[in-house]
C-alpha cells in the first residue's frame, strides 16, 4: 500500500502571510495514463472535508487562487499565498493512483 | 447545486450491520462513480470503497479493512448509493461520508457509533 505522509503536522501561521504544507508518497504516483492523481482536501473546523486541488494543481470551482499545487513523483506542495481567517483547518493530501486510495495524516493550520 | 445527504447512521452492537443510504441530487448520477470514506473520533481520513458506474461495470473495489464486510450498491433509477456493513467493529466508529466520483463532492456525514 501507498504511505502518504505530510509535513508539518501543525503550522501555525500569521494572517496574510503565506505557507506551505509537504507531501510525500512512498511510490511514485503517476498512473499507468500518464496522470497523476495527487489530491488536497481541507477541512475546516465541523466540516466535511473539500476538495481543493486534483491531479497536483488544478484547482477546483469556487477555491480561490491564493491556494496551488505542484510536485511531480513522490513529492507535493500545496501552498497558500496569504492565509486569511477562513484557512484555519486540516489539510489533507490523497493519493488516487494506487489501490488502495491513502490519505496523509493531515497537516493543521491555526492562527498565531 | 451538488447535493448529497447520507442517512441511517447510529448506535450498534459489535457483530451487527447497519445499512446507511447516500441520496444526490444536482449532477447525473449514472455518470459518477460513487465512493464512501470515513473518519473516527479526532483522526484523519479513510477511503471505504467505491462503486463504478454501469458503463463500467458497477463492481465496486473496498479499503482491506473492509473488504468481506462491506458493500456498496447504487440505484441509478433513485440516485442513491448505499453501505450495508457487516460483522461491525469497535474500530468501525466514525463518520461516514459519500462522495461523487473519487471525493469530488463530499456529504455531511452520518455518524456510526459501533459499541456494546
Known amino acids: 500500500d501507498v504511505v502518504m505522509t505530510q509535513s508539518p503536522l501543525s503550522l501555525p501561521v500569521t494572517l496574510g502571510q503565506a505557507a506551505s504544507i509537504s507531501c510525500r508518497s512512498s511510490?511514485?504516483?503517476?498512473?499507468?495514463?500518464?496522470?497523476?492523481?495527487l489530491n488536497w482536501f481541507q477541512q475546516r473546523p465541523g466540516q466535511s472535508p473539500r476538495r481543493l486541488i486534483f491531479?497536483?494543481?488544478n484547482r477546483d470551482p469556487g477555491v480561490p487562487d491564493r491556494f496551488s499545487g505542484s510536485g511531480s513523483g513522490t513529492d507535493f506542495t500545496l501552498k497558500i499565498s496569504r492565509v486569511e481567517a477562513e484557512d484555519v483547518g486540516v489539510y489533507y493530501c490523497?493519493?488516487?493512483?494506487?489501490?488502495?486510495?491513502?490519505f496523509g495524516p493531515g497537516t493543521k493550520v491555526e492562527i498565531k | 447545486e451538488v447535493q448529497l445527504v447520507e442517512s441511517g447512521g447510529g448506535l450498534v452492537k459489535p457483530g451487527r450491520s447497519l445499512r446507511l443510504s447516500c441520496e444526490t441530487s444536482?449532477?447525473?448520477?449514472?455518470?459518477?462513480?460513487m465512493s464512501w470514506f470515513r473518519q473516527a473520533p479526532g483522526k484523519g481520513l479513510e477511503w471505504v470503497g467505491f462503486?463504478?458506474?454501469?458503463?463500467?461495470?458497477?463492481?465496486?473495489d473496498y479499503a482491506p479493512s473492509v473488504k468481506g464486510r462491506f458493500i456498496i450498491s447504487r440505484d441509478d433509477s433513485k440516485s442513491i448509493t448505499d453501505l450495508q456493513m457487516n460483522g461491525l467493529k469497535t474500530e468501525d466508529t466514525g463518520v461516514y461520508y459519500c462522495?461523487?466520483?473519487?471525493?469530488?463532492?463530499w456529504g455531511q456525514g452520518t455518524l456510526v457509533t459501533v459499541s456494546s
Open positions: 462522495t461523487a466520483g473519487v471525493a469530488v463532492a
Open positions: 444536482g449532477f447525473t448520477f449514472t455518470d459518477h462513480a
Open positions: 462503486v463504478r458506474t454501469k458503463v463500467s461495470g458497477g463492481t465496486a
Open positions: 511510490r511514485s504516483l503517476v498512473h499507468s495514463d500518464g496522470s497523476t492523481y
Open positions: 491531479k497536483i494543481s
Open positions: 490523497m493519493q488516487g493512483t494506487h489501490w488502495p486510495l491513502s
